[in-house]
């Protein structure tokens, strides 16, 4: 795996981590790696790779990821379909100041890789709009499941912050508009002990700024007719 923006000396592709087991549905365990090219001093990783050794053939299988050059790569492996079988979880931080990560999760049943989430695509699906009211109030809207939620601020923010957008009365001044940012936590949770991991998706919501941190948006995604489809959302505040 050579990179000709990189010197010679910092182009060996290494393993940056590492779990074993029947991913393959064969009943021998296998190696399961992400391999990488890292920085010196650094949790940076370029070129991150999930590569399979089948455990029967010791036949290597590398699948590259689509965003492949970020921090800190994490394999782990975990049932979340109903066929019984690991599946690949792959977790890697994006090094930016708002949290986001990135996540994959990977089918290998028959040697044959199968991508059963990716969170380019959840983001994209799982959209929100965040929008200041009158009388201390936020209201942010999924609009995925056509839900509202209200949050108010009148108690979690103070003087200063509310009198620099709305009147004594409680009018807002002028139209603000918030946001919610992309992952920037995907937890395997058996919720229903049935052996099966659903997924809990954290999501920041965020006032008038990135760091106007206003609670999160919490998606329960579950395992159904060959996608993960919303199962519960709640809105935590702090």
Same mark, same amino acid.
């Given at each position: 795996?050579?990179?000709?923006?990189?010197?010679?000396?910092?182009?060996?592709?290494?393993?940056?981590?590492?779990?074993?087991?029947?991913?393959?549905?064969?009943?021998?365990?296998?190696?399961?790696?992400?391999?990488?090219?890292?920085?010196?001093?650094?949790?940076?990783?370029?070129?991150?790779?999930?590569?399979?050794?089948?455990?029967?053939?010791?036949?290597?299988?590398?699948?590259?990821?689509?965003?492949?050059?970020?921090?800190?790569?994490?394999?782990?492996?975990?049932?979340?379909?109903?066929?019984?079988?690991?599946?690949?979880?792959? /977790?890697?931080? !994006? #090094?930016?100041?708002?949290?986001?990560?990135?996540? $994959?999760?990977?089918? %290998?049943?028959? =040697? @044959?890789?199968?991508?059963?989430?990716?969170?380019?695509?959840?983001?994209?699906?799982?959209?929100?709009?965040?929008?200041?009211?009158?009388?201390?109030?936020?209201?942010?809207?999924?609009?995925?499941?056509?839900?509202?939620?209200?949050?108010?601020?009148?108690?979690?923010?103070?003087?200063?912050?509310?009198?620099?957008?709305?009147?004594?009365?409680?009018?807002?001044? /002028?139209?603000? !508009? #918030?946001?919610?940012?992309?992952?920037?936590?995907? $937890?395997?949770?058996? %919720?229903?002990? =049935? @052996?099966?991991?659903?997924?809990?998706?954290?999501?920041?919501?965020?006032?008038?700024?990135?760091?106007?941190?206003?609670?999160?948006?919490?998606?329960?995604?579950?395992?159904?007719?060959?996608?993960?489809?919303?199962?519960?959302?709640?809105?935590?505040?702090?």
């Amino acid at each position: 795996m050579h990179n000709g923006y990189l010197r010679d000396d910092m182009a060996t592709p290494s393993i940056v981590s590492l779990v074993r087991g029947d991913v393959n549905g064969d009943g021998i365990p296998d190696n399961v790696y992400l391999t990488g090219i890292k920085t010196s001093d650094s949790p940076f990783t370029q070129n991150i790779t999930l590569v399979i050794q089948d455990g029967k053939t010791s036949r290597f299988i590398s699948v590259p990821l689509i965003d492949n050059s970020e921090y800190s790569p994490k394999l782990s492996l975990g049932k979340f379909t109903d066929n019984g079988i690991y599946d690949i979880f792959i /977790s890697i931080n !994006s #090094g930016g100041s708002g949290g986001i990560m990135y996540y $994959y999760i990977y089918s %290998f049943i028959d =040697n @044959n890789p199968q991508l059963l989430f990716d969170f380019n695509s959840y983001n994209e699906e799982y959209d929100y709009n965040v929008t200041y009211k009158d009388n201390y109030k936020v209201e942010v809207v999924s609009r995925q499941n056509d839900k509202n939620y209200i949050i108010d601020i009148s108690n979690s923010r103070d003087d200063e912050y509310l009198h620099e957008i709305y009147y004594e009365n409680g009018k807002l001044k /002028s139209p603000i !508009s #918030g946001f919610v940012n992309p992952l920037s936590g995907l $937890y395997p949770v058996d %919720f229903d002990s =049935n @052996n099966v991991y659903e997924l809990l998706a954290y999501q920041r919501i965020a006032g008038r700024y990135n760091a106007d941190s206003l609670g999160y948006v919490l998606n329960t995604l579950k395992w159904k007719n060959n996608m993960f489809i919303l199962d519960n959302q709640y809105v935590a505040i702090f």
